[in-house]
């Protein structure tokens, strides 16, 4: 069976960009495939965060995702501190890695750059998050394009380390949809939406009211040209909306496009398709989060199961790169 993992940073609300782009692909494979989702809240302390939020964003995303549709029973939900084993085989990949490939990461400059001092954690994270996904065997990592990259170099890690060390690792592949990859921030469509550094009236969270998404959606910028086209080159903001609505409705965005000549029109049926995807979420996030104890349950299960999975991995990367075995 192929073996599925992805994972969210609990760096803020979860929007329709980390919903469309991953979470809904993560939901449908749960019946495919054998299926692990980590909130990696190791990944959140490369910025600035106070322990109080980390530690009830990290509950509210594991909320987030069970209201998205992640079944505990059928995949394997889990926090990534929960798994030491991420961080051991973390450092095994920093000394596999090169500083000049984690420099030229684009997450690394873009959140780097308005910064006035970095964290060392911000350039070496996306060797944690190949530990993350080569822990587990993964054959397909479902996310959205912002993560092509890091794919990429945990490919690239993999491939150095069987090379140097013996065959450890299974090489992962990225799995990206052919729409809403990068769902586009609604207020600047040149960025894409993002928990930590969107606007927030660009933002769409996944439990904002009818009302927020209208209002969101209404003054989403577009442009001045006349028509409607589906050009995501040189129309980012019209595409945006028309790649949101062929999402939610399984239509082709070229064929929404031809039915509109007017953005009025577009944005309000974008609106309330995404009230409508969104509704039952919504109303899921409260009923859970009005009891937190079974969320809580939920993930300390998950966490015994991916720990039986992760050692095994770990204890071969370990005696391939030559550390001594562990006493038992
Ligand atoms: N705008 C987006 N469009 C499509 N997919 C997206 N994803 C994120 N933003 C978009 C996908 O959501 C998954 C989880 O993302 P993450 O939490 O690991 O962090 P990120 O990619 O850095 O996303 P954010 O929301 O922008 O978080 P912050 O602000 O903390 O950096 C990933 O599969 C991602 O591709």
Redesign the pocket.
Known sequence: MTRIF????P??DL?I??Y????RQWVAAQDVADTLYCV?DL??LT?EIDPAALRSRTLETAVGLMAAGLDPDRCTLFVQSHVPAHAELAWLLECTATYGELRRMT?FKD?GNDQESVRASLLTYPALMAADILLYDTDDV??????RQHIELARDLAIRFNSRYGDTFVVPRASIPPL?????DLQRPDK???????TPLGTVAITDSPDEIAKKVRRAVTDTESGVRYDPESRPGVANLLEILSVATGEDPRVIASRYDAYGPLKSDVADALVELLAPVRARVAGLSADPATVSAALEKGASKAAGVASVTLDRARAAIGLTPRPR
Do not use: Y
């Open positions: 992805s994972g969210v940073q760096s803020g929007h960009g980390n469309l782009g991953a979470i990696v990944h959140a910025l997450q959140k479902p996310v959205g394009d912002d993560q809403a990859a990068r769902v586009m894409k939406m993002s928990k930590s550094t969107g």
